[in-house]
């Protein structure tokens, strides 16, 4: 993405200014860029399905529960949702993530793309370099550079032009697979490679031993500290109740009232946030700013899934009938289920990372908010 729109997305989020004019916002339950269509500005999109078939003259940020694309992206495409469809193409980045990502379209810099499932399809290709970590992986397309992936099981039937490092449970490289430079496999089993696959470089295999079952000690440590972590984050939580008890409820509201652009905006501010920073650095008379922002950046973290947790609860109190519970006794249900939930295998990560990012974009959203209706009221 261009150094540009990361200065200004940062900007308008940490330090609530005034969003810039070349962007374009839209949400809603379906958001719709037709094809035929175009937007001469960066487009940041949030909704139940965005469907996004014309041209954008810019960078495309979306979130929601199907994304959807097939039209021209000028610069970079950053898509997060339950199933993330990209076809079409961009100029620049790919960045997914989903349940459910399926690659159809080209990409002409790198992509960086998470999920449960990840497919690349046959006609896909990425100019440069392809970085993956997904439970199930498939490459069937070309990838112009490198392929890293990490996942539990992954399979190339593309084109690597470059070398290939894969750390996952198993490998499999079919008949109509090439890797032009090396094949490096970690993994607790060797990796079946077809009679026709075509693999010009060294191939080696690193082999990771199958982890012990964990002793009862350890299982007895592990449940200890979830018990610890969850007391912790209710001391916390408590704590911003107790000094802070509208703003608090504010937030959580908020996540309640627009849940897919508090995900959209918790994902911009994450991956968002480090780059700024790294930015702010290399000026060297930003470094003092830079470790504030990173302190900032640090503890919002901590206290997203704190607001996560409190929105769970009045949702849970709300369809019992009770519009007005206690804050306390929310924040402690839904910690206990959020911290529950999150503990279940396969599952858990997703339940964390949902957490993480509607806390954080709705702490982000109600910041800005409240700093520009202080603005308007002349407090500021």
């Not at 003259?57 to 694309?69: C, E, H, P, R, V």
């Not at 992509?111 to 993956?132: C, F, H, I, Y």
Request: proline share 3%; net charge positive.
């Amino acid at each position: 993405m261009r150094t540009k729109l990361v200065m200004l997305v940062f900007i308008w989020l940490m330090f609530a200014t005034q969003p810039g004019r070349a962007t374009e916002f839209r949400s809603g339950n379906d958001v719709s860029v037709p094809a035929g269509t175009s937007i001469v500005d960066d487009l940041v999109a949030s909704g139940a399905n965005v469907n996004v078939g014309g041209r954008i003259t810019g960078d495309l940020i979306a979130a929601g529960s199907q994304i959807t694309t097939s039209g021209a992206i000028t610069q970079s495409a950053i898509l997060a949702g339950g199933t993330v469809n990209y076809d079409g193409s961009a100029t620049d980045d790919l960045i997914a993530a989903g349940g459910t990502v399926n690659i159809l379209g080209k990409i002409g810099q790198n992509a960086l793309v998470t999920g449960g499932s990840v497919t690349m399809s046959e006609k896909a290709s990425v100019a440069r370099d392809l970085s993956v970590a997904a439970g199930n992986l498939r490459v069937g397309g070309k990838v112009a550079r490198n392929l890293r992936a990490t996942g539990g099981n992954v399979a190339i039937d593309g084109t690597i032009g470059g070398n290939a490092d894969v750390q996952a449970g198993t490998l499999t490289v079919g008949p109509g697979a090439v890797v032009r430079g090396n094949l490096t496999f970690t993994g607790n089993q060797q990796a079946k490679i077809a009679p026709g696959a075509r693999i010009l470089g060294k191939t080696t295999f690193i082999k990771v031993a199958r982890p012990e079952k964990p002793a009862a000690a350890a299982a007895t440590g592990m449940i200890v500290f979830w018990v610890l972590s969850l007391m912790g984050a209710y001391v916390v939580g408590a704590i911003f109740i107790a000094m802070m008890p509208v703003g608090t409820a504010r937030i959580a509201d908020r996540i309640r009232e627009a849940p897919w652009w508090s995900l959209l905006t918790g994902f911009i501010v994450l991956v968002v946030t480090p780059v700024a920073v790294m930015i702010l650095m290399v000026t060297v008379i930003g470094i003092p700013l830079s470790l504030i922002v990173l302190a900032a950046y640090m503890i919002s973290i901590y206290l997203a899934r704190i607001f996560a947790a409190i929105a769970i609860g009045r949702w849970i109190f709300g369809m019992g009938g009770r519009t007005q519970p206690s804050q306390y006794l929310t924040l402690l249900v839904g910690l206990v289920l959020l911290w529950v939930f999150g503990a279940i295998p396969f599952i858990g990560w997703i339940v964390r990372l949902a957490a993480l990012l509607l806390g954080l974009g709705a702490l982000a959203s109600s910041k800005y908010t409240m700093t520009r209706e202080n603005r308007q009221s002349g407090q500021l």
